[in-house]
């Protein structure tokens, strides 16, 4: 096999041709390997190679639907037990993982090859992948733009070709954003589809989602299938489909109901070209005979903002109040990570629960717009890949953060909320990118990014498809039908071609 053929291939055919001996797993592993000898110097997609592990692996036999292919994972929360999970930062850089998660176990036990784990910004947090600790990953559509975030780095090596489908995770966009930025599909599932256990019962609240990113639409049903279900100390189970996701996609999915919007729900300005990807998606719809109306849920979107926010400042705050009950210290972090934590020490265990009470309000909302819609549709960001200049925080905001930091008033103004306009505009200003994808999170519910548009200057920008909780074979099948209609497997950039 050419390395050309091997990253034409998805994860379905390539196990498809381990299981009719057409190719072996040391095969692949090879040419997985020379891929990324190939291509991660230039695109800093994998942050820990594990190639010792996986040619153990391959020397055994190996059984299950992903038998024999070589995969990565994320380097947060996917938990390999032995190698740390860094999520971007020197602190967790140092602490192995004692246990796999439920995650990289049942990939394990479906017989794929994990080849290493891909960059993430520091805890995951942003939309954008450039920690301190392991560098930028660069887009391999266009070098001077970021592949998105918090999944970046799988992003980046799936559409460059190193793997056919790589672990990625969903707190506030992190499948979608980097999905729409590199040409992949990125399903996120609704809460409790997959188990993060059994490090953490729930990530932030439940508003995170484990998923994966792939090209093909079949290798997203059929890592669903091997990911979903409840695991023993789980806070909840959600009721399993009548069948196999994989043979659910490839039903019809009738004659659907979609409203759509292309207004930010925070009224930030909305890119031209978002705006015609949307436009591109529903003349699409329209020829497969959807009913494609305007219409959006009744929801205010600067509150579910600021619940946004309330639980990011919350989280990353007791995430670092552990590090420091381990030994670290804040200076460990970086500046931005410790900025907010030093917010979400601010905040009273009030105040936080308040915010949270107020998710229902979402859910309600999209509880009403789906009696009338089977699904919504919006741009998946409202902006075309961003250079990563674009995401750099401004030299006068990180001046001022250094000195609150440093003199130790960061936390007293925010306790009485002298810093309030500074955190409007940070929020602001990053929420101008992604405004769209953190309303599935706050309301648990599932989401896809599809590749259907790029712009004119051969930038993959994607929509997002947001539908009820448990309906992930909806979106499956309505993808399947894209993806036939608008296909999309056969575009690379030029990097993955030479």
Not at 384 to 390: D, G, I, M, N
Not at 407 to 427: C, I, Q, S, W
Request: glycine share 8%.
């Amino acid at each position: 096999m050419s390395p050309n053929e091997y990253s034409s291939q998805d994860a379905t055919d390539l196990a498809r041709l381990v299981r009719e001996r057409e190719v072996t797993p040391s095969e692949l592993l090879r040419l997985a390997i020379d891929q990324y000898h190939r291509l991660n110097p230039t695109l800093n997609a994998v942050c820990q190679p594990m190639f010792d592990i996986a040619q153990k692996r391959v020397q055994a036999s190996l059984d299950g639907p992903l038998a024999g292919v070589p995969i990565l994972i994320k380097d947060a929360i996917q938990d390999y037990a032995g190698l740390p999970t860094a999520s971007g930062s020197k602190v967790f850089a140092r602490i192995p993982a004692r246990r796999h998660s439920h995650i990289v176990q049942r990939l394990l036990d479906a017989g794929a090859v994990i080849i290493g784990k891909t960059n993430t910004p520091e805890l995951a947090l942003k939309g954008v992948t450039d920690p301190e600790l392991f560098g930028s990953t660069l887009n391999p559509w266009n070098l001077a733009h970021s592949p998105g975030g918090s999944s970046g780095g799988s992003a980046a090596a799936v559409a460059a070709g190193m793997v056919p489908l790589a672990g990625a995770n969903d707190g506030g966009g992190s499948i979608r954003i980097p999905a729409a930025y590199c040409g992949l599909f990125g399903l996120r599932p609704s809460r409790g589809r997959v188990s993060v256990g059994p490090a953490a019962a729930e990530i932030w609240e439940g508003a995170n989602s484990d998923g994966v990113l792939t090209r093909s639409v079949r290798d997203s049903a059929l890592a669903l299938d091997i990911l979903s279900g409840a695991q023993p100390g789980d806070p909840f189970a959600i009721a399993p489909p009548e069948t196999t996701f994989s043979e659910l996609a490839k039903r019809d999915p009738g004659r659907l109901r979609i409203g759509f919007s292309c207004r930010s729900p925070v009224d930030t300005p909305v890119h031209r070209d978002a705006v015609r990807a949307l436009e591109d998606a529903v003349a699409v719809l329209q020829d497969l005979g959807h009913e494609v109306v305007e219409s959006e849920p009744q929801y205010d979107g600067q509150l579910l903002a600021e619940c946004y926010l309330t639980m990011y400042f919350g989280q990353v705050a007791a995430t670092l109040d552990e590090a420091r009950a381990m030994g670290a210290r804040d200076e460990e972090f970086e500046l931005l990570t410790r900025a907010l934590a030093a917010f979400g020490r601010s905040l009273s265990s009030a105040s936080y629960v308040r915010s949270h009470r107020q998710w229902n309000q979402f859910s309600q909302a999209l509880g009403l717009f789906y009696q009338q819609h089977d699904l919504f549709l919006t741009p998946a960001v409202a902006h075309p890949p961003v250079r990563h200049e674009q995401a750099r925080l401004p030299d006068r905001q990180r001046t001022t953060l250094e000195w609150l930091l440093r003199t130790g008033l960061l936390p007293l103004l925010a306790r009485y909320g002298k810093l309030d306009r500074m955190v409007e505009n940070m929020a602001r200003r990053n929420l101008t990118f992604v405004p769209f994808t953190q309303l599935a999170n706050l309301t648990g519910t599932p989401a896809m990014s599809v590749p259907l548009y790029w712009t004119e200057n051969n930038l993959p920008l994607g929509v997002q498809f947001c539908g009820p909780v448990g309906s992930e074979a909806l979106l499956l099948q309505l993808a399947t039908q894209l993806e036939q209609a608008r296909p999309w497997r056969d575009r690379w950039p030029a990097l993955a071609l030479e």
